[in-house]
């Protein structure tokens, strides 16, 4: 029993991790349907930002902010360079340029940072304490608490702020939200920001909890928050969360209880079977388009 | 005067020629195959200055029944062709009467098969592969193989480290880690132990599942075989999630102290040798090989000295350089070295006692020495 609560708490903190990154995702497909294959990148170049930050001495919450700051910068860059100019070219093109952004900037890493893995820096208390007879270390806390927090800021953005409905309304019909006089490329542009951010925060929780950080290592994390975004509902912020959280549990039940060989293959058994039977995701709505 | 000089030129010439000829005819040749160029140098430059190093001690000594060792050493470039090529240079052309040789596994057994057809004493100082010395009565060698690592590693835990539930959590994607894995659990189910098995993917950097069942089921001792950008996480997160486990590791772990000094503190792993062992021998190894070359040896050049010490005492033992001779001695070899005792079992696989080291400080110290059982 006492295993099984510790198994649900690592559940949480991947699921929380898959879960901030896979709104990244979803945020942009929401607003111009792209797939950013590129955010996984991002995420990993979030986590340099902090590795290069912590070494300079400054505490926690300031490596996080900066981090999170300069990131949401470098999406603003990618979204203009590589994006942008393609705004009215084939969906096709601007998936493919993704993909191509991804490469590049995994290459632009290597040669910085270079292949080989690198210690992450402590940068919080790693002493575990016991609760109720189930040891819990503080980066579990710090990640559930921090990705859940966020989550609810972005909430509040997108529900109560100007900025926040423009989105929603971006995000329901481009042409029709220009012509109530938003401005849809600034609001393209936040949303990478943002995204980009919280990819960020993704990546510097994750390399804290493996305690490595290296080039590649956006790879697998970006595939499986993208398989949680699609499973919740590509397009749809709560969707994303509970598909990450979903990911998590599986991936971290199926190592637990089944065998570590199955736990990636039964994750994306599950792209299959959703796009087969729910294209839409879990929360998603099928809706015909109208002729 | 001028003809006292021209006489003493003379002289001086005729002597330099005899001792020419002395040396050609009175040395005894071994040849040295190892890579000494390309990503392989790394590994077979301190194999072919370590064995310089031993002949020289041994001439120095007085050489073999009072004749000189010649080492000729070839570069493989860590590529079987080559080693097959080197080979046939050194048999033909320098006509060695044994090889110190390959370094690399696939290196010696590209050659393996002519050597076999040859009869030529082979005594390969650190290729690991079982395949190495199978159905070769004439090929040796000076390291432990992994499977015999592995089993040393079980003995040490169950009867050092008193482990009354020993677990393994290793690499299934890496040959490497899962034979040192197999060899474990099979010497502990030997010993009437059944270990606590959990594997991971190549691809894995999250081991906490893993972890947490390995603690639910009572493990107190880890057997984690594998290198240390791999065994480094998974030390951290042990130590983050304020588990209590003994971790130990094989050859593998060499290196660890560097960045994950202070998780991997008290814990303990397998070596052909270590640099702090207080015996004369290899202080003394050290210590020359340092003067002569001035950087600190790796267990590879420890392991190609050792080499070349057996193969003399063979040689010397056999008092002649006839092939069958040489290789009935070698078998009887009985040899304390750097890297330990060594004798040979009907493989020609070494039985030697296995320096398990423990990290102390952020330091590597030899803990003990394991034999075999």
Redesign the interface.
Known sequence: M??FI??LI?AL??GSIYAVIAIGYTMVYGIIKLINFAHGEIMVFGSYFSFLLASSGLNFIWVLLISMGLTAILGMVMEKVAYAPLRKAPRLSALITAIGMSFLLQNIMLLIFKS??K?MPELIS???F?VGGV?I?P?TIITVGLSVLFMIILQIFIKNTKPGKAMRAVSQDTNVAALMGINVNRIITLTFAIGSALGALGGILYSL????IYPT?GI?PGLKAFVAAVLGGIGIMPGAMLGGFIIGAVE?FT??YL???W??GIVFLILVIILLFKPAGLLGKNRKDKV | MKKLIALMLVLVLVLSLGACAKTETGTIKIGVLSPTSGAGSVHGVPVKQAAELAANEINAAGGINGQMIEIIAYDTKGDATEAVNAYNKLKDEDQVVAIVGGTYSGATLGFKPLAVADNMPVLSPTATNPEVTLDAPNVFRACYTDAYQGSVCATFAMENLGSVQPGVLYNKDDAYSEGLADSFIAACQAAGVEPVVEAYAAEDKDFSSQLSNLDAAGVDVLFVPHYPDTVGPILTQVKNMGLDFICMGGDGWDGIQENYAAEAEGFYFANHYSQDDPSEIVQNFIANYTAAYGETPNALGALAYDAVYMMANAIAAAGSTDSDAIITALAATSYDGVTGHIQFDANGDPIKSIAMIKVVDGKLTLDSKVAAK
Not at chain 1, 209 to 212: G, H, K, V
């Open positions: 006492e295993n510790q198994q690592f903190r991947i080989e893995p210690r790693m002493t575990p016991e040891l270390d980066i909890m493996i305690s490595q290592m697998m971290t190592k637990a065998s570590s060989s736990s990636d």
